[in-house]
C-alpha cells in the first residue's frame, strides 16, 4: 500500500515557476515508478511526466517537455515536479502517482493516486 501526499501548489503569473513535492509512506516506494498528471476543470486527466523507480529514465507529455523536470529521493520517499516558463494552460490540478509498472502509469493506470494539489498560472 502506497499513500501520496502533493504539495507546493499555488498562484503564479505565467513564466514563473513552481516546485511539487510528493510525499509517500510506505516501506516500497524504491519499487515503484512515479508520476504526475494534471486535469483542467472540463478537460480529461493528462500525462505530465513519469520517472522510473532507479530514476535513470524519465518520459514527458509534449506539452511540458523543456519546461518542467521530475526527479526523485528514494531516501526521503519523495518525487517533485520542477515547472520553469509556466503558461496559463498549465492551470490545473497535479496529480501524483505511483505504480510497479512505469508502462500502467503513463497509460493513466496507475495503482496509487494522490489528492492533488492546484496550480494556478495567471496572465
Known amino acids: 500500500q502506497v499513500q501520496l501526499v502533493e504539495s507546493g501548489g499555488g498562484l503564479v503569473q505565467a513564466g514563473g515557476s513552481l516546485r511539487l513535492s510528493c510525499a509517500a509512506s510506505?516501506?516500497?516506494?524504491?519499487?515503484?515508478?512515479m508520476g504526475w498528471f494534471r486535469q483542467a476543470p472540463g478537460k480529461e486527466r493528462q500525462f505530465v511526466a513519469a520517472i522510473s523507480w532507479s530514476g535513470g529514465s524519465t518520459n514527458y507529455g509534449d506539452s511540458v517537455k523543456g519546461r518542467f523536470t521530475i526527479s526523485r529521493a528514494n531516501g526521503k520517499k519523495s518525487v517533485y515536479l520542477q515547472m520553469n516558463s509556466l503558461k496559463p494552460e498549465d492551470t490545473a490540478v497535479y496529480y501524483c502517482?505511483?505504480?510497479?509498472?512505469?508502462?500502467?502509469?503513463?497509460?493513466?493506470?496507475?495503482?496509487?493516486w494522490g489528492q492533488g494539489t492546484q496550480v494556478t498560472v495567471s496572465s
Open positions: 502517482a505511483a505504480d510497479r509498472d512505469t508502462g500502467a502509469l503513463i497509460a493513466n493506470a496507475a495503482d496509487y
Open positions: 510506505g516501506r516500497t516506494f524504491s519499487n515503484y515508478a
